[in-house]
């Protein structure tokens, strides 16, 4: 482990003791866990607390466990990727939901706002809702969608499909028609392939 990266473990485990994860340092970068109920507060400190400073908030994701191979937790996470442009180090920051059922977690757009459309996406493609979310409503998929295709339980040919329908001059929806099939690639070759070449 770098010397860096050792600064900012110590760091860490300084400012919040036992309400994170002990840091985990995987491929030169640092991760933790944070409980739910604690999520908000780790993160004002994640940004505000002088030997840290994660300014900027790169990235947040959902993410769905429940197919991973052997796992027992649960089963949806939000993963935020803070930078510390003052102190030049990034960090993962992971937190899960405590009902799979119905998953809520507290939203952080008040602490960084480009975590905005970040939080939407989440909402959208894995139905995580963020408390506290001004304008938490679908951005990638139509709002009529039945349900949140990055799911490991959605069905690959999802539950209804969209179509114009010329008569009524409008878009309608309809349960999904596709047929399951086995599609076999068709080889073509040139009459002359593999000939001539050592001649």
């Known amino acids: 482990?770098?010397?860096?990266?050792?600064?900012?473990?110590?760091?860490?485990a300084a400012v919040f003791g036992d309400r994170i994860s002990?840091?985990?340092v995987a491929l030169g970068?640092?991760?933790?866990?944070?409980?739910a109920a604690g999520y908000l507060d780790v993160c004002r400190n994640l940004r505000?607390?002088?030997?840290?400073r994660f300014e900027q908030l790169i990235d947040l994701s959902g993410v769905d466990y429940s197919t991973y191979t052997g796992w027992q937790g649960k089963r949806f996470a939000a993963v935020n990727h803070l930078t510390s442009i003052a102190n030049n180090w990034r960090l993962r920051?992971?937190?899960f939901a405590e009902d799979d059922d119905f998953p809520v977690l507290a939203s952080v757009t008040d602490i960084w706002n480009g975590a905005n459309w970040y939080e939407r996406e989440a909402f959208d493609l894995y139905g995580i809702l963020f408390e506290g979310h001004t304008d938490l409503r679908r951005i990638l998929t139509d709002y009529g969608f039945?349900?949140?295709p990055f799911r490991k339980?959605?069905?690959?040919?999802?539950?209804?499909?969209?179509?114009?329908d010329a008569e009524q001059k409008r878009v309608i929806y309809q349960p999904v028609t596709v047929e399951p099939r086995e599609v076999t690639p068709?080889?073509?070759?040139?009459g002359t392939y593999g000939k001539g070449l050592g001649s």
Do not use: N, W
Not at 1 to 12: D, F, I, N, P, T
Not at 158 to 164: D, K, L, S, T
Not at 186 to 190: G, T
């Open 1 to 12: 482990m770098s010397v860096k990266l050792e600064r900012l473990c110590q760091s860490l």
């Open 22 to 24: 002990a840091p985990v």
């Open 29 to 35: 970068e640092v991760t933790i866990e944070v409980a």
């Open 48 to 52: 505000d607390d002088p030997s840290l």
């Open 93 to 95: 920051v992971r937190v």
């Open 146 to 148: 039945v349900g949140h």
């Open 153 to 164: 339980d959605f069905p690959v040919s999802g539950y209804v499909e969209m179509r114009y």
């Open 186 to 190: 068709r080889i073509v070759r040139e």
